[in-house]
């Protein structure tokens, strides 16, 4: 089962719900990409199992180079869908080969600030965080985010403060909310 998405070729060779891209070199780098569509509402990996190293260990033997991230989707008080608390998953033997850990989509920026102030980060990989925009609020049968691009961007520059290596968006950020980030 097999669909391209311009240069990607997205595959469902993996057992579960994981997707992955062939790698691709772009300018001289392997890139690799991953996606949990397991609960189509979140963008990140819900848990964390045997599945999740197998991955790693598979997409790092196909393409050795590739710098492998992996995110997870937490809520405000810093636990995923399945209960794993967020710390937990930054120190993860079963996440060895990544080169990046962190967490995206299902919380806004001062909340994710909130959850990392309280861990303890690790060293030996860089760490990530996009979160939303804020939290979706319906109006007219759309999703609309509320908190506004400079207050997302004041939340990621004390979340780098904190020592995050790696600051981006999910859902409701545009290219405004990006742009605070530089």
Known sequence: NTAK????????????????????????????????D???EKCGI????????????????????????????????????SGQKAERLLFSDGLALADAIGFNCGIGSVHLKSVLAKCKLPKDVFVLAAPNAGYAEIYASRAAFLNSAGYFGGN??????????????????TPDYIAQLA
């Open 46 to 81: 819900y848990k964390l199992d045997a599945e999740s190293g197998k991955i790693l260990a598979y997409i790092k033997k196909r393409a050795a180079d590739a710098f492998c991230s992996v995110s997870f989707c937490i809520n405000k008080n810093g636990f995923t869908t």
């Open 156 to 173: 990621m520059a004390e979340l780098a403060e904190l020592g995050v290596d790696i600051v981006g968006g999910c859902c409701g950020t």
């Open 5 to 36: 998405h311009d240069k990607y070729e997205w595959s469902t060779k993996l057992d579960g719900n994981v997707e992955f891209s062939s790698p691709i070199e772009v300018d001289g780098a392997v890139w690799v990409c991953t996606s949990d």
């Open 38 to 40: 397991g609960y189509p």
